[in-house]
């Protein structure tokens, strides 16, 4: 069952994640983080001027609010919902990258990659620590942002 989660501008503005802080508390009380994998989406409303023409990846606040709520929750990614982009934007508030209209997005490789690693490991462990399967839900993570991780990786750590 699909989560949506309003943040709003006030939210944003204020660096507030009790939206999220609420949503995740509850489900941690259910003990239904299993059940929610892959289920949350954000409804983000940031008032914007008419004529601006900028992406809410390319707003210095809204980014700074995914920073904090990376800060709190860095095993997030897990929750969200990828088929619904959800991890992509998600990616999008902390790596910097470029905006073409004929390419779309396009990460700083570099930084892209850092992002990565630092989610694989941080996801891993956090897996462990909820009794839950790491490799193939890692891999597909990788996968999402174009890299293919081998077996052999996991074994190092």
Known sequence: MTITIAINTD???NLDLSPVSTVIEKIFQEQAIVSQE???RFDIKY??????P?????IPEVRLWFVRLDAK???LPFLLDWKAGEFARYTAMLVPHQFSPKEGIQFNPEALEIFLMHKIFI???????????????LKSL????????????????
């Open 73 to 75: 929750y860095p095993w």
């Open 54 to 58: 900028r992406e809410l990846s390319e």
């Open 142 to 157: 990788a996968q999402m942002l174009g890299y293919e991780l081998d077996d052999a990786f996991f074994e190092a750590f």
């Open 11 to 13: 939210s944003i503005n």
């Open 47 to 52: 008032a914007l001027e008419p004529s601006d």
């Open 123 to 137: 996801l891993s462990d956090w897996l462990k620590q909820q009794g839950l399967p790491s490799q193939s839900r």
């Open 38 to 40: 892959q289920q949350l």
